[in-house]
């Protein structure tokens, strides 16, 4: 009763350019805990009145059981080297992958620990650029507590094909997320391992990233958000430090009714040694029907320098941007 068959067109015209995807998508519920997913495009590109139509496509299958105690999947996917889609986004071309994964769940019949999740997965793409192949495969234990935490522990073994090389990216990856009371709610991450450094000339390097983010609500009309994220990248072959990347930024929301509320964000950006400031106002009377009203500064640590008459690195924040906004609309329906 769930299955369904729809079908999409998107075009982008111009006057000796065009952009043209037409293609099918469906689920068909082969029993009550699978299903099979399947979905093909195929674009025409025309560039300029000088040169022919080029076509493209997009075909991608999958398969999927899920039950409390099993879940495991089948998927293909090819995408031609030269499909477009204009009006969209895609993020790599010229591909064909297959990939499969198992997950079975274990239920303990007493503890902490409400269930235990035990994930393996295998995903091989071929470049079709260079006819070399990449993998990723990894094993990952997720356990979930009482009380809405949850956590996973994963392993990866990865290769990526870019700019024609193939370059290690597996990786330790560890995280946490949940209700630590019922005002605060709490996520942590960590990743370190193998990544490439994207650039005209790619090398091999390691890096580590890690994230925190912590939602405190005292009220139902007040929300605190404080994130901070920090990522490295270390040259694999002499361990040079390439860059330290930290984050922190703190968001403060107090809705006074249902139709005014105030946000205030503070952002500092140790790489760029910058500090963002930003306040909003926003009423909204009905959906459509709003105004809005802002205020931001960007501060630096700089300082002007009359002998080199240019601005050099310095200990004091200075304000160097700011900016006003206002904005009303008015929804008015026939």
């Known amino acids: 009763e ?35 997913q399947f979905n093909g495009l195929y674009s025409a590109t025309k560039t300029d009145a000088a040169s022919g139509q080029t076509p493209g496509h997009t075909i991608g299958v999958n398969y999927g059981y899920g039950t409390r105690d099993l879940d495991y999947s089948l ?33 303990p019949q007493a503890g902490v620990v409400q269930r235990v999740s035990i994930e393996i997965v295998s995903a091989q793409t071929k470049d079709k650029f260079t006819s070399k192949w990449e ?32 370059f290690k990216t597996g990786s330790i990856q560890a995280s946490a997320s949940g209700l630590v ?39 139902a009309n007040i929300e605190t958000n404080l994130s901070f994220v920090f990522s490295d990248f270390f040259r694999e072959s002499n361990s ?48 459509g029907t709003v105004a809005h009203a802002g205020y931001g500064s960007l501060y630096e640590r700089m300082e002007w320098d009359n002998t080199r008459s240019a601005y050099v690195d310095s200990d004091r924040f200075r304000e160097s941007q700011r900016g006003f906004f206002f904005k009303i609309s008015y929804l008015w329906r026939l």
């Open 75 to 107: 998927s293909a996917n090819d995408i031609s080297e030269e499909f477009s889609a204009e009006s969209g986004y895609i993020t790599r071309t010229g591909i064909l992958g297959f990939a499969g994964l198992v997950r079975p769940k274990f239920y």
């Open 2 to 36: 769930d299955s369904y068959l729809g079908a999409i067109y998107a075009g982008r015209e111009l006057e000796d350019h065009f952009n043209r995807v037409l293609g099918v998508d469906g689920m068909l519920r082969v029993t009550p805990w699978s299903m099979f």
């Open 181 to 219: 009371t019922k005002q605060v709610r709490a996520s942590l991450s960590f990743r370190s391992g193998s990544a490439v450094y994207y650039s005209s000339s790619p090398y091999q390097g390691r890096s580590s990233r890690a994230s925190a983010t912590m939602v405190y609500q005292p009220t």
């Open 135 to 166: 993998t990723y495969n990894h094993v990952a234990i997720r356990p979930a507590f009482l009380g809405a935490m949850n956590a996973t522990i994963l392993y990866a073994y990865a290769t990526e094909i870019f700019s024609g090389e193939r």
């Open 240 to 287: 040079e430090k390439i860059y330290e990347y930290p984050i922190a930024r703190t968001r403060v929301t107090y809705q006074m009714n249902k139709y005014l509320f105030f946000r205030g964000i503070v952002e500092y950006n140790k790489y760029r040694r910058r500090m963002l400031t930003d306040f909003l106002a926003s009423f909204t009377y009905i959906p």
